[in-house]
């Protein structure tokens, strides 16, 4: 099963770290950076925000243990967001395409 996986980032050096990191062991086949992503959310007890990154990880369901322990590692975030979202159908050619970048 395609899997897409998301997760905000402080920075885009923080963003880019973790991206290149995905792709080059083969984690994720492709992972998108947007920037500048505003967001509102509940943190010890309070209404917070912050500007973040985004980081739309497109891959494997079964790499997504791996892509969970990678990307706390290289995050500065205590609770960072990693989750992922089944896809339920493809354009074919990129689904095969995440085949062989996958290796």
């Given amino acids: ?9 402080a ?10 990191a ?8 492709c992972v998108n950076i947007l920037p500048q992503v505003e967001s509102l959310f509940w943190w010890e007890g309070k209404v917070d925000s912050a500007q973040e990154f ?10 997504f243990g791996k892509i969970c322990a990678l ?3 290289l995050h500065s975030y205590e609770v960072p967001e990693i ?9 074919q050619p990129y689904l095969q395409w995440i085949d062989e970048s996958l290796g």
């Fill in 1 to 9: 099963m395609y899997i897409v996986v998301f997760t905000t980032c």
């Fill in 11 to 20: 920075n885009k050096e923080e963003a880019q770290k973790i991206s290149r």
């Fill in 22 to 29: 995905l792709v080059e062991k083969r984690l994720a086949a």
């Fill in 54 to 63: 985004l980081l739309v990880i497109k891959s494997r369901a079964e790499r």
């Fill in 71 to 73: 990307v706390k590692s």
């Fill in 83 to 91: 989750i992922s979202l089944p896809v339920s159908e493809g354009h």
